[in-house]
Every structure is written in structure tokens, then in C-alpha cells.
T-cell receptor
Framework: AQSVTQLDSHVSVSEGTPVLLRCNYS??????LFWYVQHPNKGLQLLLK??????LVKGINGFEAEFKKSETSFHLTKPSAHMSDAAEYFC???????????FGGGTRLMVKP | DSGVTQTPKHLITATGQRVTLRCSPR?????VYWYQQSLDQGLQFLIQ???????AKGNILERFSAQQFPDLHSELNLSSLELGDSALYFC???????????FGQGTRLTVV
């Protein structure tokens, strides 16, 4: 079985400062990992994915994440926050067959002007 | 626009009633997934269909059922509704595994 823990339920940053959203996973196999973003009253959008290729994954809107097997982490970062980044972010792990996504509890990112 | 269409966007119904949520996947996607998002439970996987057949089951109640039709659209049926079933229900679709799914905008169900 796999699980995902997002270490912060809320993160607040100022516009133009770096963003770090933390995610730890547990899996008995080599996992596929994803970050999704959900803007208010919208569906979820895939930001980026890791599927056992390069450990540093670049996504949309300047986000990237690094897969660290030794730390079982997949933290999401962005060098400079923008007001439009304010949303809820979900770290997700796929089961071995790729049939089921397990979502973390979500991190609400707030961006102050 | 993800290409996944869910109808209706909003639904208000009374306890004990039955509703059907509909999902049209992206063109070419054979897999359809249903998720429930509520304040207390977060985002939970309910069920997956692949090319008309049930592929995986998550935390889906016995009062809930789903199916995928030959044209690949899917329906989620919720019966004997309770107040606690109020939630946002998402459908997602993907081509192949691993599950890189595209999500619809959801159906917000309110049970009164």
C-alpha cells in the first residue's frame, strides 16, 4: 500500500519569494508521483509528474519537484511566487498498476502582496 | 479546459433520494476514475473503469455504484442519500497507466 503526507496544511509567502511545499511518501515499490493544483471552484490540474526518469522534474508555471528516494520526499518548489499561485496543492502517489491515485491532505498556498 | 466534461455542475437534493452524475472523458481515454472531495475526508478515490470494465475500487459505499458505457462515458449513481454525502465529485480520465489523469471541474452535490 502507498501513502502520502503533506507536511504543511497551510503555507503563506510573499509575492516574489520562494515557495516550498513539502511531501513525503511511503511505498513498497518504485512509485509514480505527481503534484496537482486546485484553484478555487475549479477542477484539479496536473502540475508535474515523476515516473522514474530524471529525479528533478520541471512542471508548468515555473514549478519543479525533486524526487529523493533516500528521504522518501517529493517537495514542490518555485523560485518566485506569483499572486496567481494561490491555490490548494496536492501531492499524489500512484499504485503499482497505475489504477489508483492516493492524494495527500493538501497544502493551501497563500500569496501576500 | 481538461477535455473532461461533468454534468451537472451543481445538484441539490433531499435525503433518501437518488442521483446520477455523468462524466464524458477526453477523446481517446479509456480509463475513467471517480473521486469524492469533502472537507472532512479530503480527496478520496472511489472507483475506476477501463474500457467498460471495473478495474479498481476504493472507498466507495455500497449505496454508490458506477458504470462505463460503450461510448466510454461514465455515470456515478448515488442512492439513499445522506447529509454526509454532500461533497464535490470529480471524474478524471487517462489514456494508459501510470495514472496521469485529467480532471473534470466536478459536480457539487448538496444533500438537504
Amino acid at each position: 500500500a502507498q501513502s502520502v503526507t503533506q507536511l504543511d496544511s497551510h503555507v503563506s509567502v510573499s509575492e516574489g519569494t520562494p515557495v516550498l511545499l513539502r511531501c513525503n511518501y511511503s511505498s513498497s515499490y518504485s512509485p509514480s508521483l505527481f503534484w496537482y493544483v486546485q484553484h478555487p471552484n475549479k477542477g484539479l490540474q496536473l502540475l508535474l509528474k515523476y515516473t522514474s526518469a530524471a529525479t528533478l522534474v520541471k512542471g508548468i508555471n515555473g514549478f519543479e519537484a525533486e524526487f529523493k528516494k533516500s528521504e522518501t520526499s517529493f517537495h514542490l518548489t518555485k523560485p518566485s511566487a506569483h499572486m496567481s499561485d494561490a491555490a490548494e496543492y496536492f501531492c499524489v502517489v500512484s499504485d503499482k498498476a497505475g489504477n489508483m491515485l492516493t492524494f495527500g491532505g493538501g497544502t493551501r498556498l497563500m500569496v501576500k502582496p | 479546459d481538461s477535455g473532461v466534461t461533468q454534468t451537472p455542475k451543481h445538484l441539490i437534493t433531499a435525503t433518501g433520494q437518488r442521483v446520477t452524475l455523468r462524466c464524458s472523458p477526453r477523446s481517446g481515454d479509456l480509463s475513467v476514475y471517480w473521486y469524492q472531495q469533502s472537507l472532512d475526508q479530503g480527496l478520496q478515490f472511489l472507483i475506476q473503469y477501463y474500457n467498460g470494465e471495473e478495474r479498481a475500487k476504493g472507498n466507495i459505499l455500497e449505496r454508490f455504484s458506477a458504470q462505463q458505457f460503450p461510448d466510454l462515458h461514465s455515470e456515478l449513481n448515488l442512492s439513499s442519500l445522506e447529509l454526509g454525502d454532500s461533497a464535490l465529485y470529480f471524474c478524471a480520465s487517462s489514456v494508459v497507466q501510470p495514472a496521469e489523469a485529467f480532471f473534470g471541474q466536478g459536480t457539487r452535490l448538496t444533500v438537504v
